[in-house]
C-alpha cells in the first residue's frame, strides 16, 4: 500500500513519504512568524477564513478531512498543522516532529498537534501502529524553554499544559519512538510514553532539567525510574548525565540500537511486523503490559486473565486458531 498523506504542511518544498528525516526548515514557529508572507496569498486567505470558525467546527473539519482544512486541495486531506507531519503507510501511523531549528523542542502548539494526530490515528481503523520520529539530529531537545521562561507558578498551574500528556498515555495502539540525537527532557518523556523505542546509535537520551532549575514534569523521574531503576536514573535526573544509545539500551530504556541510517526504516520494518497481527489482540496486549507498571503481581495476573478470556469473543482469535489448524496465515480484521 502506499504513502497516503493525511496532513501536510503547507508548502511543496518537501517531501516526506520519500524522505523521514526532515531537514528544511518548514516547521519554525519563529520563521513563521517572522515571514507571515512566506505562504501563497490563496492558502493565507483560506487559512484566515478557517482561523475564523468556531474552534470545535475546525477540529471536526480537520478529522474529516474536509477540503477547506488542506490548502492544497482535498486529495491530500490536509490539516493546518506546522509542527508536525504525518502521514498513513502499511496502517502505521506516522508523525514527525518538524521544529528543525530549535532541534524539534516541544512547543504548547506541537504538542496540540501532536496529540490531535495520535487520536486521529487512534479513531482511524486504518491504522494499526503509530510511529513518532524526529529528525537525525533530533527527536526533541525538550520542551520548548522559550515557552516556559518567564512563567509563573500560577502561569503553570492553571495552564495545566502537562495533564494533556495522558492523553497520549491513553492511545490505545502501540506507538514506536524512532529516535535519533538528541532525546532530552520532554523529548525523553515522549520517548518514554511510547511502547517502544528504536534508536540510531547516535542517540542521546537524557533529563538536564536540572540545569533550568527544574525537574522533568511529563513522567521523567516516574518512567525512567521505572525503566532503568533509582541509582542509575538518579545520575540522569540530578546530575543531568545523558545515556549514549548503547547505555540506554543495557540500562532497558530501549528496544533495538540501529545504525543512525536506518533508524526510521528498522522503526517501520518493526511497524509493520506488528500492524500484521490481530489488532484488537495487539492493542489489548498492550495494555495489559502497560498495567504490569502500575498494578500489584496479583491485579496484574487477574487482569491479564480477565481480558486473556476476552478475546475468545473476537473474530480474529477464531481466524488465527482456524489458519494456524490449516497451515496458512491467517488474515486478521482487527474484528
Ligand atoms: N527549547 C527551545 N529551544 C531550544 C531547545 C529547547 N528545549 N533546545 C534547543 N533549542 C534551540 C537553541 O536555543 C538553538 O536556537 P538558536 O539557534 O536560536 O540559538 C537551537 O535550538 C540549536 O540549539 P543549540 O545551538 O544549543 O545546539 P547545540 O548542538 O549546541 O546543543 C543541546 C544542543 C545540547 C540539545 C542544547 O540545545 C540544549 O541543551 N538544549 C536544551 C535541552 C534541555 O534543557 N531540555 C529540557 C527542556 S525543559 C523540559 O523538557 C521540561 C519537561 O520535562 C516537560
Redesign the pocket.
Known amino acids: 500500500m502506499g504513502a497516503k498523506n493525511v496532513n501536510s504542511y503547507p508548502s511543496n518544498r518537501i517531501n516526506v513519504s520519500n524522505n523521514p528525516i526532515i531537514t528544511k526548515d518548514v516547521g519554525d514557529n519563529?520563521a513563521a512568524r517572522r515571514k507571515p508572507a512566506g505562504m501563497p496569498p490563496k492558502v493565507r486567505a483560506r487559512s484566515n477564513a478557517v482561523s475564523r470558525l468556531p474552534p470545535g467546527l475546525r477540529q471536526v473539519l480537520w478529522l474529516s478531512g474536509h477540503s477547506c482544512m488542506n490548502p492544497f486541495g482535498a486529495h491530500n486531506a490536509g490539516t493546518m498543522n506546522k509542527n508536525i507531519l504525518t502521514k498513513i503507510e502499511d496502517h502505521v501511523g506516522v508523525a514527525t516532529l518538524n521544529r528543525p531549528?530549535?532541534?524539534n523542542?516541544?512547543s504548547s502548539e506541537l504538542m496540540d498537534e501532536l496529540i490531535a494526530a495520535l487520536e486521529s490515528f487512534d479513531n482511524d481503523r486504518e491504522v494499526r501502529v503509530i510511529v513518532i520520529t524526529g529528525s537525525e539530529k533530533?527527536f526533541a531537545?525538550?520542551?520548548?524553554?522559550?515557552?516556559?521562561a518567564e512563567a509563573s507558578f500560577l502561569d503553570m498551574y492553571e495552564k495545566n499544559n502537562?495533564a494533556r500528556w495522558l492523553k497520549i498515555k491513553n492511545v490505545r495502539k502501540p506507538i514506536i519512538a524512532a529516535v535519533s540525537g538528541?532525546c532530552?527532557?520532554?523529548?525523553c518523556?515522549l520517548a518514554m510514553i511510547c511502547d517502544m523505542i528504536v534508536a540510531s546509535e547516535s542517540a542521546k537520551f537524557g533529563?538536564?532539567?536540572i540545569?533550568?532549575g527544574?525537574?522533568?514534569?511529563?513522567g521523567?523521574t516516574q518512567r525512567l525510574t521505572r525503566a532503568i531503576g533509582k541509582y542509575r536514573a538518579m545520575e540522569v535526573i540530578l546530575a543531568g548525565k545523558y545515556l549514549s544509545a548503547h547505555e540506554a539500551f543495557d540500562a532497558g530504556l530501549v528496544t533495538r540500537v540501529v545504525s543512525k541510517e536506518r533508524f526510521y526504516a528498522e522503526a517501520m520494518i518493526l511497524a509493520r511486523e506488528i500492524a500484521k497481527r490481530p489488532p484488537i489482540a495487539v492493542q489489548i496486549g498492550k495494555d495489559a503490559v502497560c498495567k504490569a507498571l502500575e498494578l500489584s503481581l496479583n491485579d496484574g495476573l487477574e487482569y491479564e486473565r480477565r481480558v486473556f478470556y476476552s478475546l475468545f469473543a473476537t473474530q480474529d482469535q477464531k481466524e488465527g486458531m482456524k489458519a494456524f489448524a490449516e497451515k496458512r496465515p491467517a488474515k486478521f480484521e482487527g474484528r
Open positions: 519563529r531549528k530549535v532541534l523542542a516541544l533530533a531537545a525538550g520542551a520548548d524553554i522559550g515557552d516556559m502537562l538528541f532530552l527532557g520532554g523529548g518523556e533529563q538536564p532539567e540545569n533550568l527544574i525537574i522533568p514534569g511529563a521523567g
